[in-house]
T-cell receptor, first 113, second 116 residues
Framework: GENVEQHPSTLSVQEGDSAVIKCTYS??????FPWYKQELGKRPQLIID?????GEKKDQRIAVTLNKTAKHFSLHITETQPEDSAVYFC????????????FGSGTRLQVQP | DARVTQTPRHKVTEMGQEVTMRCQPI?????VFWYRQTMMQGLELLAY????????DSGMPKDRFSAEMPDATLATLKIQPSEPRDSAVYFC??????????????FGPGTRLTVL
């Protein structure tokens, strides 16, 4: 089955700096890669996603890049703010069959004011 | 703004008791997923329904867990008997899966279960 690895497990940055979180996946049939943000005690919420026919996608301060050859994708947050502090999860799913998401282990991002 | 709803939000019970968690998916979604979140294991898939039919429950301990979808507006997850190691947050998520395309999964607020 699919295996998703996520790094780093914790990340601390100064307000205004950029943050990058990286994930690798094992199943080359995976074609959908969402990123979720989870604040303490809350539900995971989708912040951005990318499909395998796209190499990069941007939404204001958030961007995701995908390298299908290397089977890795990354989340980039620019001009970080204290409210960006949360746990971020990457995930992957394949187009056929189960289509459930396989999640990475999460990255705890702390933005220091 | 349609959302997935879950009840109860919190449940404290004693070992050996039955626990039932309920989920109402977003209207029009055809897939429902149950996930369990713990500090040690992260987010794990327990079961998955499409068009109310169970497609995958390989992540569930079969002897004590059961998942059903009696109608399109209700999914249930039962634990009987419950054990302390079942303590976790249980999330339901729903989405719309179309041929050749996987759509976004939206999570409910979760049920925080504590088994004493």
């Amino acid at each position: 089955g699919e295996n998703v690895e996520q790094h780093p497990s914790t990340l601390s940055v100064q307000e205004g700096d950029s943050a990058v979180i990286k994930c690798t996946y094992s199943d080359s049939a995976s074609n959908y890669f969402p990123w979720y943000k989870q604040e303490l005690g809350k539900r995971p919420q989708l912040i951005i996603d990318i499909r395998s026919n796209v190499g990069e996608k941007k939404d204001q301060r958030i961007a995701v890049t995908l390298n299908k050859t290397a089977k890795h994708f990354s989340l980039h947050i620019t001009e970080t703010q204290p409210e960006d502090s949360a746990v971020y999860f990457c995930a992957a799913s394949i187009r056929t069959g189960r289509r459930a998401l396989t999640f990475g282990s999460g990255t705890r991002l702390q933005v220091q004011p | 703004d349609a959302r997935v709803t879950q009840t109860p939000r919190h449940k404290v019970t004693e070992m050996g008791q039955e626990v039932t968690m309920r989920c109402q998916p977003i209207l029009g979604h055809n897939t429902v997923f149950w996930y369990r979140q713990t500090m040690m294991q992260g987010l794990e898939l327990l079961a998955y329904f499409r068009n109310r039919a169970p497609l995958d429950d390989s992540g569930m301990p079969k002897d004590r867990f059961s998942a059903e979808m009696p109608d399109a507006t209700l999914a249930t997850l039962k634990i009987q008997p419950s054990e302390p190691r079942d303590s976790a947050v249980y999330f339901c998520a729903s989405g719309l899966v179309l041929t050749g395309r996987t759509d976004t999964q939206y999570f409910g607020p979760g049920t925080r279960l504590t088994v004493l």
